[in-house]
């Protein structure tokens, strides 16, 4: 439905401008155009690029669960752990990727 939206509002602003493209207009009328297709225009873009991820993460709990799992992921790095089990205050340093 807000694919069917965005893309409607769209459509009605790109045919409005197709049809009044011949008509005379005062500076007045250009400006308030212009305006409105200077915010609405770009808004509707966006809105429609990424309205998906946002649906999928309200909706779907696997999608939340791996979107979580990639943020830690990303955000936390590779896990280091120190060892100190071997004789003569030698260390080991283990270095573990973490995978999704």
Do not use: W
């Not at 590779?78 to 573990?96: C, D, F, G, L, S």
């Amino acid at each position: 439905m807000l694919y069917i939206c965005t893309n409607l509002l769209y459509s009605i602003n790109i045919t409005y401008q197709a049809i009044t493209s011949n008509d005379s207009k005062s500076t007045e009328r250009i400006r308030i155009e212009s305006f409105i297709a200077y915010f609405s225009t770009p808004f509707l873009i966006i809105i429609n690029n990424c309205a998906p991820f946002y649906l999928y993460l309200i909706v779907s709990s696997k999608f939340r669960q791996d979107v979580k799992k990639f943020i830690t992921c990303c955000h936390l790095g590779p896990v280091v752990q120190e060892q100190n089990n071997y004789p003569m205050n030698a260390k080991r340093t283990t270095i573990t990727n973490r995978t999704l």
